[in-house]
């Protein structure tokens, strides 16, 4: 059994498609294991997001995501990292084809809906970053 993070962006969470996207994850048989709504503060975004932190692109990325307050899941279920990536298309809305999420929904490249582990070892690293140990359950 893998574990991702998931993060629904401001974007999903303003145009209320949140429960579109668990209807999808519990079509797809996976399990949620802890969730909560939190506002994303700069340093933790910053932390987040190491990978992209220099690219031009980041004060805007930064900005966007603790623009209001968002919900996190931890999902659980078997090859759950590639099949929720799978499912939310690539990260450019604009090249996601219809069906996935981003393509369903998203706006462009960094207004995409969802943000979703890439492997799992990020995803324990994320489900720790996001969540205290007595917030993830056992299911
Ligand atoms: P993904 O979220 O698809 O795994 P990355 O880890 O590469 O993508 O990037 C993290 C986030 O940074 C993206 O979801 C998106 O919000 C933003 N981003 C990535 N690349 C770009 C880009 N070229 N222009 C604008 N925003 C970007």
């Given amino acids: 059994m893998q574990r991702t993070l998931i993060i629904f962006k401001p974007d999903c969470m303003d145009q209320r498609h949140v429960g579109n ?25 910053r932390e987040h997001y190491a990978h992209v932190a220099d ?17 996190v899941m931890g999902l659980e279920g078997d090859d759950v990292v590639q099949r929720v990536r799978d499912l939310l298309g690539p990260t450019d809305s604009k ?9 369903d929904f998203g706006t462009d490249t960094t207004v995409n809906m969802l943000h979703a582990s890439d492997s799992e070892a990020n995803g324990r690293i994320e489900l720790a970053r996001f969540f205290k140990p007595d917030e993830l359950f056992p299911v």
């Fill in 55 to 71: 690219r031009p692109f980041y004060p805007r990325l930064e900005s966007f995501m603790g623009s209001r307050p968002v919900l």
């Fill in 21 to 45: 996207v668990i209807d999808r994850f519990e079509q797809a048989g996976f399990t949620i294991i802890g969730c909560k709504l939190t506002r994303l503060a700069p340093a933790l975004l």
């Fill in 95 to 103: 090249k996601a084809a219809k069906g996935t999420i981003r393509g």
